[in-house]
Structures are given as structure tokens and as C-alpha cells.
């Protein structure tokens, strides 16, 4: 493949710089896959998580929790990668510093049928960099070019690369374009880059989402400079509005706290984004479309509160929402938890609010 050469001229227009100097160039291509994404988060994008967010939007592309190349590899592979045919686009991420380990995994993710597969290069845990993967792979783009071009080889499905836009003092953008060219050579097309640094000495991983300053016109350079490539855009987006301004300057946007804590963003996400002409999903009929799917788990043995934890942001904001989340919290784990727990979250809800907004 030939070498991704950046437009090292465009430089000069990033005189150390702010946001509103970068002259807004694209606009949105609702035929991209990655115009919309959700976020990779571990214990909450599990399978459940995806299929309600399914509900929501149909044009989202959705990623699963990382799943380390040993828990495919050696562990219940079945359990780790178990995604419903609905959940359509669905990506993969995975976790690991091993070329041929990583290569096999993707293999396996391919065949299972995800759509993509997608490299974990931005989680600062210390348990992730004690083996080696994550964030500090950002250090060694030879390693994650030499892992792009042998999952490519064994997947035969698209493989993207999550990365942070540097790791600890790493000299600002030279470090991530050397970065990004050293992987896109080696066949890698997409990049979805949190728009922060990790800092890997001193942080939990939640302070590495919110401490280390965002730099979105980092992102926006990096596209710039590689237009060729898809560039997607991570890290503190909460609204549509917000969405719609980056879009301007990169190919996609992902969104994780946002979508999992406030999910019926996402029911506008299809007119808004993609200008599908079909009308928001209102919040009671997702609930009523979730019904099928929550009988059908109860039934394979799976407990309603690992369903139901994901529907906890659903009323986020309305009226009697708290109660809603209340009565959930309090019933969903007891012994033969059933569908008449989400229901009677409902009715406690409505009655706490004493308006008809239970009924949207
Ligand atoms: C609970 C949680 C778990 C996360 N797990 C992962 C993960 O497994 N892989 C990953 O690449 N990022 C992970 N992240 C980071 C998110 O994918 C995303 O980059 C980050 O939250 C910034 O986006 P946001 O501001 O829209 O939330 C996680 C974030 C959260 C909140």
C-alpha cells in the first residue's frame, strides 16, 4: 500500500491557534459509516447496552466494550462476542499489544461477523499498561502498524484505530501525526482520536476522560492534513448542536457518557444527522420495542438488572424520571424480576409527575 503522506503545508494555518480559525471545509455525508458513533466502554457497551441503543438509531455504528486478544483467544470466546443481528453496524474493539494475537482475534471477530474491527490505542489504565496495550501503543506506531497490516490480512473487514491525540509530554501534534502516518500506511483508514491526551503516570481513568484538556482543533489538523483519511471525532460531546459544528471538520463524531447517560439523544440522531424522514422514536415506544427482546433473555436465564441498568438515563431530564430510575433500582435485581418491574416503574413514575410525559 502506498505511503499516507500528511499535506504538511496546510500547517502554517495553525499558528498555536484557536477552533473559529480553522475555515470549516466538509459536510456531513450521510453515506459514511462513521458519522455517528457510540463509544467503546467497558462494562457498559455490553450486548444488552447495544441492542436498546439499536432501538434508538438504526444508522448509529455501535462499538462493543474492548475485549482483550486472551478472552478470545482462551476464554469464553461464545460470551465475549455474542452481538444480536440486529445490533448491525457493530464494531468490534480489541485489546493487545501482539501482532499475531491480535491478528487471530480479529479473524475470529470477522467470522462471528462484526463488521469491523477496530484497535484499542487510548485506554491509560495501569492494568493496561502493565500489558503493554492501550494508551502506551501510542508510543510504538511500528507495533500497531505491524498489528493493522496482519488483522487486515486475517479479518477481511475494515480495521480502525481508537487513539488518544498523544500520551503524556509527547511533543503536541508532531507526535500524533508520526502516529498516524506510521499506521495508515500499513492500511489503516480510520481513526477515531479522543481529543485529549492520556497521561499515564498519576490519573484513574476516569480523571484521564476529564483532566487532560480537550483539543478538538488538534483533530480537526489532523484531518486537515490527511484528507484521505476518515477521521472521527471523541471526547466531550453532549449535544446534536455540538456534533453538527464538528462535523464541519471531520468525517464523524463519537459519542460515549453522553449516549449511555442520556440515550434518547440518539433517538434523533437518524433525521438530524443522516436526514431520515421517520419521526424520533418517543421514549415509551422503545420501551414497548425493548419488550420482545427482554422476555426472549429472561427466558434464556439472563437477570432482568443486567438489562436493565442500560435504561437507567432513559428519563433523564423529564418529569418523574427520578422515580422511574428509583423503582427500577429498587425492583429489577430481586429473585424473578420480570417485565412487570419495567412497567411498574412506569406507572410509579407517572404518578410522581402527574403529567402525561410518561406517555411520550
Ligand atoms: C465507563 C467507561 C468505559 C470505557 N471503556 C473504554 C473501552 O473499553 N475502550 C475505549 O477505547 N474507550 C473506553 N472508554 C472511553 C470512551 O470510549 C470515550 O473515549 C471517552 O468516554 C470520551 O468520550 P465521551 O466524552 O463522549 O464520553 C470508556 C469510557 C467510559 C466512561
Not at 12 to 19: D, I, L, V
Not at 321 to 335: E, K, N, T, V, Y
Amino acid at each position: 500500500m502506498a505511503a499516507i503522506a500528511p499535506k504538511i503545508g496546510t500547517c502554517s494555518r495553525y499558528p498555536g491557534t484557536a477552533a473559529n480559525t480553522l475555515a470549516p471545509q466538509l459536510n456531513p455525508n450521510p453515506t459514511n459509516p462513521w458519522l455517528f458513533c457510540t463509544a467503546p466502554m467497558m462494562d457498559w457497551t455490553d450486548r444488552h447496552c447495544r441492542f436498546f441503543l439499536r432501538l434508538l438509531t438504526r444508522r448509529a455504528r455501535l462499538y462493543t466494550e474492548m475485549v482483550h486478544t486472551g478472552a478470545v483467544l482462551h476464554g469464553d470466546c461464545a460470551r465475549h462476542l455474542a452481538f444480536d443481528p440486529a445490533e448491525h453496524p457493530v464494531a468490534l474493539q480489541l485489546g493487545g499489544s501482539d501482532p499475531q494475537a491480535l491478528a487471530r482475534a480479529a479473524e475470529i471477530g470477522a467470522a462471528r461477523g462484526y463488521d469491523e474491527i477496530n484497535l484499542n490505542c487510548g485506554c491509560p489504565s495501569d492494568r493496561v499498561q502493565e500489558g503493554r496495550f492501550g494508551a502506551c501503543l501510542m508510543a510504538e506506531p511500528q507495533r500497531v502498524a505491524a498489528a493493522v497490516a496482519a488483522m487486515r490480512a486475517a479479518g477481511g473487514v475494515p480495521v480502525t484505530v481508537k487513539c488518544r491525540i498523544g500520551i503524556d509530554d509527547s511533543e503536541d501534534y508532531v507526535f500524533l501525526r508520526r502516529f498516524v502516518e506510521t499506521v495508515a500506511a500499513a492500511g489503516c483508514a480510520t481513526f477515531v482520536v479522543h481529543a485529549r491526551k492520556a497521561w499515564l503516570k498519576g490519573l484513574s481513568p476516569k480523571e484521564n476522560r476529564e483532566v487532560p484538556p480537550l483539543s478538538y482543533e488538534t483533530v480537526y489538523r489532523l484531518k486537515q492534513e490527511f484528507p484521505a483519511l476518515t477521521v472521527v471525532l471523541n471526547g466531550g460531546i453532549r449535544t446534536l448542536e455540538q456534533c453538527e459544528v464538528h462535523l464541519r471538520h471531520v468525517d464523524g463524531v463519537m459519542l460515549g457518557r453522553e449516549a449511555y447517560e442520556n440515550p434518547q439523544l440518539l433517538a434523533h440522531v437518524d433525521s438530524r444527522l443522516f436526514g431520515d424522514p421517520q419521526r424520533p422514536p418517543a421514549r415509551a415506544e422503545t420501551l414497548a420495542r425493548l419488550q420482545p427482546y427482554v422476555e426472549r433473555e429472561l427466558a434464556r436465564g439472563v437477570a432482568l438488572q443486567h438489562i436493565v441498568r442500560h435504561l437507567m438515563g432513559l428519563y433523564r431530564g423529564q418529569p418523574g424520571g427520578r422515580a422511574f430510575r428509583r423503582s427500577l433500582a429498587q425492583h429489577a435485581h430481586r429473585p424473578g424480576a420480570g417485565w412487570g418491574v419495567i412497567q411498574g416503574a412506569l406507572a410509579e413514575a407517572n404518578a410522581s409527575s402527574n403529567t402525561a410525559a410518561f406517555a411520550e
